[in-house]
């Protein structure tokens, strides 16, 4: 069976050391898939390959107002995985998955 981010909860938070490493190589093999950049979409990619290695951090979905903005990331604890802080820092977290 195995093992999900629910699952795993009682074993203790992602390591952020560990899932800044794995991200790194994440974002240099990503190149190779032809496909132009979607927040959501690498997200997706980037927890999925996260999880192949029993990690599991959560995916913010945030917004801003002025003007309406969507965006969402990958984040370990208070580290932001696949986006920079300062570019997310200008959104409202709406949703942790």
Same mark, same amino acid.
């Given at each position: 069976?195995?093992?999900?981010?629910?699952?795993?909860?009682?074993?203790?938070?992602? +390591?952020?050391?560990?899932?800044? &490493? #794995?991200?790194?190589? =994440?974002?240099?093999? &990503?190149?190779?898939?032809? &496909?132009?950049?979607?927040? #959501?979409?690498? /997200?997706?990619?980037? #927890?999925? =390959?996260? /999880?192949?290695?029993?990690?599991?951090?959560?995916?913010?979905?945030?917004?801003?107002? +002025?003007? =309406?903005?969507?965006?969402?990331?990958?984040?370990?604890?208070?580290?932001?995985?696949? +986006?920079?802080? +300062?570019?997310?820092?200008?959104?409202?977290?709406?949703?942790?998955?």
């Amino acid at each position: 069976m195995q093992k999900t981010k629910y699952s795993a909860a009682i074993s203790g938070p992602t +390591d952020c050391n560990e899932a800044a &490493r #794995l991200t790194a190589a =994440f974002l240099k093999i &990503r190149p190779f898939f032809p &496909r132009n950049y979607c927040c #959501l979409f690498d /997200s997706l990619a980037l #927890l999925r =390959f996260l /999880s192949g290695f029993q990690l599991f951090p959560d995916w913010v979905f945030a917004v801003q107002a +002025d003007p =309406f903005n969507a965006h969402c990331w990958v984040q370990a604890g208070t580290l932001v995985l696949n +986006d920079h802080l +300062d570019h997310v820092c200008g959104f409202t977290p709406i949703m942790t998955v």
